[in-house]
């Protein structure tokens, strides 16, 4: 299995910053596992400053 285009991780992190949906629902809605959907969303920098 090749790992997801950084076009649709992008689309994930979007949908949860903006709709502010659960995990579980988050990867029911991409069809993803829910696992991979926590991995994608610890990606968002938290911390940083613009």
Do not use: W
Request: no cysteine.
């Amino acid at each position: 299995m090749q790992p997801y285009s950084i076009d649709f991780r992008q689309k994930i992190i979007e949908v949860y910053k903006e709709e502010k949906i659960s995990i579980r629902n988050l990867a029911q809605r991409f069809r993803v596992a829910k696992s991979n959907g926590a991995k994608t969303t610890k990606t968002i920098p938290t911390n940083r400053r613009y």
